[in-house]
């Protein structure tokens, strides 16, 4: 019966948008989207959306600058920047190399690029997550990429170019829009939006379990927990949000699921803290290994 619903409700919705599901058979709405919708709206839609989440922006990125690498200098990769709402929460000094599969979004980022001299803007890179080519192997201190995993092609490939160009003991900040509770009204709404939202929103899945992608990659720690933001009359209001680290990085090996630490701490731990507590653990196995010689 609920499927019966769903489908019948996302019918109705289809025909509400059957002009852009008409551009689209015509192979109009793909090139104006890009160019011409996406750009307009997420510049529009980014000022109301960084006050929703400005105290979880600001929890997550502030020991951004513990990162650094011995010089001192944090280098900064952000994958998908669109108009640059991340630009404010980032330290002074920041070397900050911005990519984007969207050409379009360029005069919203000379915008916010402007508006944020406390950085050091590297040339742009117009490039998709999955291919990095242009970024060197362990060349950055941090990756940041919000509001991004839910349209890419391939997560899985986006995840192992971040490993690649992340040096040992970096972390990759994330927030992103995922799949609701199964038994919410949210995941209800979800199902019934999902290909009409996709279509409209440049290949937007309302339905992916993002947490599960990290969960499989090889990262060492991951530090993870649900958020809701306000967004209400909207399918899209569950978030992810944290940063794993990479500690070691070598090609990915079948093995046992990292287990994720979903339960929202008081506040996400500091680099040196964690790296305490693996030094500890190291210490111990040791002691272990000696006992049994």
Not at 16 to 41: E, Q, R, V
Not at 108 to 122: C, E, P, R, T
Not at 130 to 151: G, H, I, K, P, R
Not at 205 to 219: D, P, S, V, Y
């Amino acid at each position: 019966m609920a499927k019966a619903v769903v489908l019948f409700l996302r019918v109705c919705v289809q025909l509400l948008a059957l002009p852009i599901y008409l551009l689209s058979f015509l192979g109009i709405w793909d090139p104006f989207c890009k160019k011409i919708f996406l750009p307009f709206f997420m510049e529009k839609f980014t000022a109301s959306y960084n006050r929703m989440v400005s105290r979880h922006k600001q929890e997550l990125f502030c020991n951004l600058q513990e990162f650094a690498g011995p010089s001192g200098e944090l280098t900064l990769l952000e994958i998908g920047t669109g108009t640059g709402a991340n630009f404010q929460f980032y330290p002074p000094g920041c070397k900050i190399t911005c990519t984007d599969i969207n050409l379009n979004f360029q005069h919203g980022v000379s915008k916010s690029m402007a508006q944020n001299q406390h950085l050091q803007f590297q040339p742009f890179l117009v490039i998709p997550g999955e291919d990095l080519n242009q970024v060197a192997d362990s060349s950055m201190d941090a990756v940041v990429c919000t509001l991004v995993l839910c349209s890419v092609q391939s997560i899985e490939g986006v995840l192992k170019e971040v490993l690649r160009v992340l040096r040992a003991g970096g972390a990759f900040y994330f927030l992103e829009h995922v799949a609701a509770d199964p038994t919410s009204w949210s995941s209800f709404w979800q199902q019934v939006y999902y290909p009409t939202w996709k279509l409209v929103f440049d290949e937007c899945h309302l339905t992916r379990e993002i947490w599960k992608n990290l969960e499989q990659a090889t990262f060492s720690e991951i530090k993870l927990r649900h958020i809701q933001v306000p967004l209400y009359w909207t399918p899209v209001q569950s978030h992810i949000i944290g940063y794993p680290i990479r500690l070691n990085w070598a090609p990915r090996q079948e093995g046992p699921a990292l287990q994720l630490s979903t339960p929202p701490p008081a506040h996400f731990p500091s680099p040196a803290s964690r790296e305490s507590e693996i030094r500890g653990k190291s210490e111990q196995e040791q002691g272990r290994a000696g006992s049994t010689r």
